[in-house]
């Protein structure tokens, strides 16, 4: 520990050395912060229908802020859960809903690691290039999807050579370093990404008024892109990442109310190691005939280690195989009278097996997809229908439909609307893990539909409001059970269920202004009301109100900019019964950022300014005010 502790002063003092050097230098009078604008590739008849929001590297790392999880919390429809301190795992819902294949990482799914939470922190934002959310059921072509939309996370892929290095230390003894480089010719391109995040002291996991041992956390990550194009018809494009963490955590046991919680224990951690790999060939088979064929493997092992008053070690290895082929049809095209046509079809499959750490148990099970889709524009009007047929050896065989319609009013209005059904089988770690697992865990099933209105009342201001109507039969949920989980049935604990009838309705409202003197705010709104059918009470782990305001500030004469973002969430409930409450509560973060020139700058972050320490599920911490401070420096 010494030895790690004097690393760490040596890392310090070379930061330390390094700002003080370069800062006799004449500072560079413009800040390099981009224009906070959300990017839009030129839009395809999907992107035109279904409107998905795009987040581009520029705005990933604006905030400087550490993690994916961090960038989307408080956009619209998303709704973050995290489990204690820094490196420790955390839930995401979309539209009320979560589980596996809600997240992909180069169109291969994220398997979880307990479940419905991820290990984002091991996630530094800097890896990430593109993000794209689909907000409701995704096109049919995206085949076993989860049922409130999609997040689809892509990794750096450089279009010339260089690299970023990244290093920023602060709060938990932490200490982050990332390096994205990249090699581009004229017939391809490489790009690598190495993590390193270490928080030598470590923050909490159980609620640290009772608990006050720190949870120790490291992690490791490697991803290597390339994309190489052997003609003007055939591309073929890749990724490989290596995933390795280890976290300090606690036991489990009862509380003073004689509830199941979280107890300090200086032996527990928890470990995950995973590989994800995909192959994309892209051709052009004619002119009006594209197809895309992607193969790709992905393993999550993964294990909890308690070792007082005996020593337990249980966990899962989970491996999933993929074969994914889509096609596209150009029937009729014509851009001048605005007319287009096309047709889609192709299909999945999956291969997935698991073994269990502690009794040796093995499963594995199969899946099939087809699909067929047409999407055609005529003018201001433009729609999609399609439906996919997936097939399960487990749980039989099942017919989805999706449709969607927009219609361009004006140049600055356009009314869009969709529905569609949905089906997700439980993750091996939602029925299989150890205690927070339920072997009874039944598929979920949807109906869902939405109606937007996009509006562009200035050039820089986009305006946009959504209102949707989700119906979920036998939804999958983590809640803090008063019956007590499936392995320990009447102790109150926590546990994965089915509801059997619920309902997620609301509304969500985005917009942002980016102004000519360096400005660029917004503020983003969702209003839920997630509700069990059979007993009228509130959903779990769901607040009502969840409100992001956030604003930008560079200047032109001066080699400062300022970010700062607020985010708002009303009180919701641990439990289905609705006694054990989540309060309401505010978190404020901001930076600033220092360009000393065009290749280095130094900034300042500071994260829940306002000392919020509002739990956000039982029995687990929430840390308070927290700062750090770091350098990028481009190569």
């Known amino acids: 520990m010494r030895k790690r502790d004097f690393q760490v002063r040596i890392s310090n003092g070379f930061l330390f050395s390094l ?106 934002s800097e890896s990430i290039k593109t993000a794209v959310i689909q907000r409701g059921p995704d096109s049919s072509r995206y085949s076993f999807q989860a049922l409130g939309g999609a997040i689809r996370l892509y990794t750096q892929d450089r279009e010339e050579s260089g690299g970023k290095l990244s290093v920023e230390g602060g709060t938990f003894g932490a200490l982050r370093e990332t390096l994205v480089g990249g090699l581009a010719g004229k017939s391809g391109r490489l790009t690598f990404t190495a993590s390193r995040v270490d928080a030598f002291d470590g923050s909490h996991l159980a609620n640290a008024s009772d608990s006050p041992e720190r949870e120790p956390f490291r992690s490791t990550l490697g991803i290597l892109r390339f994309s190489t194009d052997f003609s003007p018809e055939f591309n073929w494009q890749g990724s490989l990442l290596y995933r390795n963490s280890w976290v300090g955590s606690d036991k489990l046991g009862l509380d003073r109310n004689f509830r199941i919680a979280l107890l300090d224990d200086a032996g527990s951690f928890g470990s995950s190691e995973s590989w994800i790999a995909q192959n994309t060939l892209n051709m052009k088979i004619s002119q009006d005939w594209s197809s895309h064929m992607q193969v790709g493997f992905t393993q999550l092992q993964n294990q909890i280690s308690e070792r007082s008053p005996s020593q337990l070690v249980f966990g899962l290895t989970n491996r999933l195989y993929l074969a994914n082929w889509r096609n596209q049809h150009t029937l009729l095209v014509n851009e001048a009278e605005k007319i287009r046509w096309q047709l889609n079809w192709g299909g999945q499959g999956r291969h997935e097996t698991v073994t269990r750490r502690e009794d040796g148990f093995l499963d594995q099970r199969t899946m099939a997809s087809g699909f067929l889709e047409t999407e055609a524009q005529y003018h201001d009007v433009s729609a999609q229908v399609g439906f996919r047929f997936e097939h399960y050896d487990q749980f039989g065989d099942h017919t989805l439909l999706k449709a969607a319609a927009a219609y361009q009013i004006t140049p600055e209005l356009t009314l869009r609307t969709s529905g569609g059904t949905g089906f997700r089988i439980p993750a091996y770690t939602e029925r299989l893990f150890h205690f927070f697992g339920n072997p009874n865990l039944k598929p979920e099933r949807s109906a869902s539909g939405d109606i937007s209105l996009e509006w562009l009342p200035l050039q820089n201001m986009p305006i946009t409001v959504s209102a949707y109507y989700n119906r979920y039969d036998d939804l999958i949920t983590q809640a803090y059970s008063l019956d007590g989980p499936a392995s320990f049935p009447g102790i109150p604990g926590p546990t994965t269920i089915n509801v059997a009838n619920a309902r997620v309705a609301g509304v969500e409202l985005n917009t942002q202004y980016t102004g000519t003197n360096g400005l660029a705010t917004g503020i983003s709104y969702t209003f839920s009301d997630n509700r069990d059918l059979q007993t009228g009470l509130q959903l779990p782990l769901r607040p009502s109100h969840v409100v992001r305001l956030w604003g930008v500030q560079s200047f032109t004469e001066l080699p400062i900019s300022l970010w700062a973002e607020a985010i708002v969430r009303s009180s919701t409930w641990n439990d289905l019964s609705n006694t054990l409450p989540i309060s309401q509560s505010i978190q404020l973060n901001a930076s600033v950022r220092y360009a000393i020139s065009k290749q280095f700058e130094i900034y300042v972050r500071a994260e829940n300014l306002t000392n919020t320490r509002t739990p956000q599920f039982y029995s687990t911490n929430m840390p308070g005010a927290m700062v750090f401070g770091g350098f990028q420096l481009s190569i």
């Open 19 to 124: 700002i003080s050097l370069t800062g006799i230098q004449t500072a560079y009078a413009k800040a390099i912060l981009p224009s906070l604008t959300v990017w839009s590739p030129p839009k395809t008849l999907e992107t035109q229908i279904n409107n998905p929001q795009y987040l581009d590297d520029e705005e990933i790392v604006a905030g400087h802020e550490r993690t994916v999880s961090d960038v989307l919390s408080g956009l619209p429809g998303i709704t973050t859960t995290r489990l204690g301190g820094y490196g420790q795992l955390s839930g995401l819902f979309l539209r009320g809903v979560g589980g596996q294949g809600l997240v992909t990482l180069d169109d291969i799914p994220l398997l979880v690691s307990l479940p419905g939470l991820q290990n984002f922190d091991s996630f530094p």
